[in-house]
C-alpha cells in the first residue's frame, strides 16, 4: 500500500518526487521483471535492509523465483539496483524537521546496512517536500521518515520508502526528538479528549 501512495505522488509530482521504479508480484508465479539487471528483490513487508537481495542476471533471478514460491503467502517487490553514493533520511515529527546522510563504510551494498556514518545535514526544501507529501499517507502521519538513495556518479535522487513510528532516531538527537514525540502525543490526546 505504501508504494503505490508514493508512485501515486510522483504520477502528480513528477521529478519533484522522484520515486524508484519498482514491479510488484503476489508471488513466483506473477514476478515478471522487466527492468534492468542488477536489480533488487524485497521479500515481503521487511525493512532495515532484512529480505532484500541483489540479482546480478536472469539466472539469479530465476534460482530467486523458486525460492519465493516456498513462501507461498508472500509478495515481494523488484526495482532497479542503484549503486549508491549514500543514502538520505528525512525525518518529521509534527512540524520539526531533520535530514541526515548516511555513508557506508563497510562496503556493504545496501547503504542502511553493516558500519556507516550518520551526519544530521541541512534539510533542503525539496526533502521537506517529500516529507509533507508523505504525511498525507492513511489519512496523515505525524511521526515518519522518507528513505532515498543518492546514486553514484549521477547525484540523482531516488525515495526508496517512507517508515512510520518505526523508523528510529538518531543517537546524538534522540532525547530532543523524543520530546518532539511527547509533544505530538500530548497533542493528539488532547485534542481527541477535549474534543
Excluded at 534492468?36 to 546480478?56: C, D, L, R, Y
Excluded at 541526515?100 to 551494498?109: A, K, L, P, V
Excluded at 512510520?164 to 538527537?173: A, I, N, R
Aim: hydrophobic share 40%; net charge negative; glycine share 8%.
Amino acid at each position: 500500500a505504501m508504494m503505490g501512495f508514493l508512485h501515486r505522488i510522483n504520477r502528480r509530482l513528477g521529478d519533484a518526487f522522484p520515486v524508484i521504479p519498482q514491479h510488484f508480484a503476489s508471488g513466483s508465479r506473477t514476478l515478471m521483471y522487466g527492468y534492468t539487471f542488477p536489480a533488487v528483490v524485497k521479500v515481503g513487508s521487511a525493512h532495515a535492509g532484512a529480505g532484500k537481495m541483489k540479482i546480478t542476471d536472469h539466472h539469479q533471478m530465476s534460482d530467486f523465483r523458486s525460492v519465493l514460491a516456498m513462501m507461498p503467502s508472500e509478495h515481494c517487490f523488484v526495482e532497479p539496483f542503484v549503486e549508491g553514493a549514500f543514502d538520505l533520511r528525512i525525518q518529521k515529527i509534527g512540524s520539526h524537521y531533520r535530514a541526515f546522510r548516511r555513508q557506508d563504510i563497510s562496503g556493504e551494498w545496501k547503504t542502511n546496512t553493516g558500519t556507516a556514518l550518520l551526519d544530521e545535514v541541512v534539510l533542503e526544501p525539496r526533502w521537506k517536500i517529500w516529507a509533507d507529501e508523505a504525511a498525507a499517507m492513511f489519512g496523515g502521519l505525524e511521526i515518519l521518515t522518507v528513505d532515498a538513495i543518492v546514486e553514484e556518479g549521477t547525484g540523482k535522487e531516488y525515495i526508496l520508502e517512507v517508515n512510520g513510528t518505526s523508523s528510529g532516531l538518531h543517537p546524538d538527537c534522540a532525547e530532543e526528538d523524543n520530546n518532539h514525540i511527547r509533544d505530538v502525543v500530548l497533542e493528539k490526546m488532547n485534542t481527541s479528549i477535549l474534543s
